[in-house]
């Protein structure tokens, strides 16, 4: 009983984003700030990467779920080894990285992050949906699901290979709009702002160590990576 409410619970959730993930991409040329989405559009925020992020991972687990159910073995340890690193090196810290970022930004000046004007565009609920509700959603996936994690070295050079992939498509922006993703960016010193990726990449890395400890306190040991033992 507890296996279809589970999966069910992923259905609905996958549901959810592909909602959100729809919300994002209507136009709304009228109340869109001209100044905003014109180069790389909604994909150049990590909020919205993060959200089609979540709907890829629901998607995955909700194969995983029907394929177990069904009880065919074909192609279930592929998708069950990608729902779980797609979880423990993706969706579970930048989620939270997103969460803690926004809101910690957010309540120190708006302006920095999400300006006034925005909110023609995106709705109260809306911003809640893509910058608050995610964490409980992970916390609770944390919590119904166990996860295997890759190897704390392996795990974080993969995240740490795709934070350096999204500063370089930030950086790139730049070079070539002369304008800045993030409104704080616009007020940072160079100094200041190579302190502010070094400090954002510590950030999701302790996110991803948090996930870690989270899994291990829920299920122990269970599908956590095991170290090959020497001959």
Not at 205 to 226: I, S
């Amino acid at each position: 009983m507890a296996g279809v409410f589970v999966c069910v619970y992923h259905f609905l959730v996958w549901g959810w984003y592909i909602f959100i993930n729809y919300s994002m991409s209507l136009p709304r040329a009228e109340r869109q700030p001209s100044d905003v989405f014109h180069y790389g559009r909604q994909w150049k925020y990590l909020t919205v990467l993060n959200l089609l992020l979540q709907a890829v991972y629901y998607g995955v687990t909700c194969l995983d779920g029907v394929l177990k159910r069904t009880k065919r073995t074909r192609g279930i340890k592929f998708v069950t080894t990608s729902r779980d690193l797609l979880f423990t090196v993706l969706a579970f810290p930048v989620s939270a990285f997103v969460f803690l970022a926004f809101w910690a930004l957010y309540l120190y000046n708006r302006e920095l992050i999400f300006p006034e004007s925005l909110e023609k565009f995106i709705p109260g609920w809306l911003n809640h949906a893509m910058h608050t509700a995610i964490l409980p959603i992970s916390l609770i996936e944390v919590v119904i699901t166990p996860h295997r994690y890759p190897s704390k070295k392996k795990g974080l050079i993969l995240l740490g290979c795709s934070a350096v992939a999204y500063i370089c498509w930030v950086l790139w922006i730049y070079a070539v709009t002369g304008k800045w993703v993030y409104p704080i960016l616009d007020v940072l010193s160079p100094v200041s702002l190579a302190a502010f990726f070094f400090f954002s990449s510590v950030l999701i890395a302790c996110t991803y160590l948090l996930g870690e400890q989270l899994n291990r306190l829920r299920w122990g040991d269970h599908g956590q990576h095991k170290k090959r033992k020497g001959k």
